[in-house]
């Protein structure tokens, strides 16, 4: 079993950062990548970012690219997400999620997921 806890969500204005953390338990942490998606109220759940095990490979949203950056620390059992320049569109509620087997960017790839952290980003 595992199990994935996000933090770091919050209310922002235009323009501020905010760092999400997803701190993993259970399977060996280091072994699998790990994504990130949003939900919007009302829209289906969106990919965001991607990071392989170990780290030597990430992608990114069109949307997000180049504002967010996506890191893990196989240490602490733990991957991050950097947001910058975050814009009102970015509100949603973040999931971190361990990839199982198939196209990094379809949630049916991942097989565990968090339980989601709100940001709220207002203009």
């Known amino acids: 079993q595992v199990q994935l806890v996000e933090s770091g969500g919050g209310l922002v204005q235009a323009g501020d950062s905010l760092r999400l953390s997803c701190a993993a338990s259970g399977r060996t942490f280091s072994s699998y990548a790990m994504g990130w998606f949003r939900q919007a109220p009302g829209k289906e759940r969106d990919f965001v970012a991607f990071?392989?095990?170990?780290?030597?490979?990430?992608y990114y949203a069109d949307s997000v690219k180049g504002r967010f950056t996506i890191s893990r620390d196989n240490a602490k059992n733990t991957v991050y997400l950097q947001m910058n320049s975050l814009k009102p569109e970015d509100t949603a509620v973040y999931y971190c999620?361990?990839?199982?087997?198939?196209?990094?960017?379809?949630?049916?790839?991942?097989?565990?997921w968090g339980q989601g952290t709100q940001v709220t980003v207002s203009s």
């Open positions: 990071i392989s095990w170990d780290g030597g490979s990430t």
């Open positions: 999620a361990q990839h199982s087997r198939g196209t990094s960017w379809l949630s049916r790839s991942y097989g565990y």
